[in-house]
């Protein structure tokens, strides 16, 4: 009985590795027939697991969702990056922290102590940086609801609360949602627009029924992370600027963070940044606090503002040498 209840324990846990096995290839990881397979199938499935099956040589079993959650197994590896994600979780999703602290008690209730201890001390020596300023808290409930309009290519309908405070009415085709510096963006199809919006997931109401289906478009960028940065570095600010930085886009993202401003590399030793703030004196400090030469591309009146900065501070060298 031990050696069956092991073989389970290891056919389940291959079973959750791949997408699907064929009757052969398991027979033969687990060193046994097929037949026996078959058996072990059949008794997973009483069990609650569902394991679905296809008949003839091209057939093969595949662990399908069930009507419950049953239990998973999960490596060492795995297992540590569930408790490590689970202690980070709490970050920008309103009501997941007690939900996550539940679920990590039960998972560190049965963790080995050597895994114990792994996850212990990454957490008890790792600060995070933007613990002390979180994000929008987001309704999972939300989340889950843009998700699934997205998966299903459905329409959505929702008020949204713009940055002014204004509520308006969308119908969007929503495309994909994008996770950044603590906060959630959906990217969608403006119908009444006829444009690509991003939206602040914290500002959508949904007021559901969505629908109808739709035929699904082609995304405003390949890379849609960097479009939804490009948005939220500057949309939303009345300045913008692009300097040129006289350093490698890879030294320069190691400095600025995607909500700061968007990177374009020129060449191997220099790139573009297209930022923005609310006015161009933020705008000058910015970019000096980079700590990295540059060059004003745009606009000309950044200019005159650095050199009235820099005027500024001559004077203020100037009267402490002769004080």
């Known amino acids: 009985m031990l050696e069956t209840s092991a073989r389970l324990l290891r056919l389940l846990s291959l079973l959750q590795a791949h997408r699907e096995w064929s009757g052969t290839d398991l027979a033969d990881r687990l060193g046994v027939t097929p037949r026996t397979v078959r058996r072990d199938v059949d008794r997973l499935r009483e069990l609650g697991y569902p394991v679905h099956s296809a008949p003839g040589t091209a057939g093969g079993y595949r662990l399908g969702a069930g009507a419950q959650l049953p239990p998973l197994l999960l490596d060492d590896e795995e297992a540590v990056a569930v408790a490590v994600g689970l202690r980070q979780a709490a970050g920008g999703v309103e009501g997941i922290e007690e939900t996550s602290v539940r679920a990590l008690a039960k998972l560190e209730q049965v963790l080995p102590d050597r895994l114990r201890r792994r996850v212990s001390a990454l957490s008890s020596f790792t600060v995070p940086m933007f613990g002390a300023t979180p994000g929008p808290a987001v309704d999972p409930a939300v989340l889950i609801e843009l998700a699934s309009a997205c998966r299903d290519a459905q329409r959505l309908r929702f008020t949204y609360r713009d940055h002014g405070g204004t509520v308006t009415r969308r119908t969007a085709e929503p495309h994909r949602l994008v996770a950044a510096q603590r906060k959630w963006y959906l990217v969608a199809w403006d119908v009444d627009r006829e444009?690509?919006?991003?939206?602040?997931?914290?500002?959508?109401?949904?007021?559901?029924?969505?629908?109808?289906?739709?035929?699904?478009?082609?995304?405003?960028?390949?890379?849609?992370?960097?479009?939804?940065?490009?948005?939220?570095?500057?949309?939303?600010?009345?300045?913008?600027?692009?300097?040129?930085?006289?350093?490698?886009?890879?030294?320069?993202?190691?400095?600025?963070?995607?909500?700061?401003?968007?990177?374009?590399?020129?060449?191997?030793?220099?790139?573009?940044?297209h930022t923005g703030a609310h006015a161009l004196e933020v705008l000058v400090l910015h970019i000096v606090l980079t700590g990295f030469d540059f060059e004003v591309r745009e606009p000309a009146g950044l200019t005159e503002h650095i050199r009235a900065i820099r005027d500024r501070l001559d004077r203020a060298l100037g009267d402490r040498a002769s004080g």
């Open 195 to 273: 444009d690509w919006r991003t939206y602040r997931a914290d500002r959508i109401t949904p007021t559901p029924p969505h629908g109808p289906r739709f035929p699904p478009r082609r995304p405003p960028a390949e890379d849609l992370a960097a479009y939804v940065a490009r948005g939220v570095s500057g949309a939303v600010y009345r300045e913008r600027a692009t300097v040129l930085l006289r350093v490698p886009v890879a030294r320069a993202a190691e400095r600025i963070s995607p909500a700061a401003g968007v990177l374009e590399a020129v060449d191997e030793h220099s790139c573009l940044l």
